[in-house]
């Protein structure tokens, strides 16, 4: 990871962005990293990877301990809190 004062980062402001594109560039401040800087695809990415892992976390989480089935959401209400009505409509006329 190439690493910037901040000062030095505004004034190749330009080259920050270039190698932005390809690898993680730290900008640090009084020699303490302070923000990072990608690829805006690539951070998408991450934030896509977190959220699966996010999801993969929870699904193991409930698998072992499921609690109690009263407590369990009905499914109309998943589906409206999660705005998938429209989905759900698509899956039941078909």
Do not use: C
Request: proline share 4%; hydrophobic share 45%; aromatic share 6%.
């Amino acid at each position: 990871m190439t690493k910037f004062s901040a000062s030095k980062a505004r004034a190749n402001f330009n080259r920050v962005l270039e190698l932005a594109k390809n690898e993680a560039v730290e900008i640090q401040k009084h020699g303490k990293p302070v923000a990072v800087m990608v690829d805006a695809m690539k951070y998408e990415e991450f934030l896509d990877y977190v959220e699966d892992l996010e999801d993969t976390v929870a699904i193991l989480e409930h698998k072992l301990n499921p609690g109690n089935p009263s407590d369990w959401a009905p499914l109309e209400q998943v589906v409206a809190e999660l705005g998938l009505e429209d989905l759900a409509d698509k899956e039941i006329r078909s």
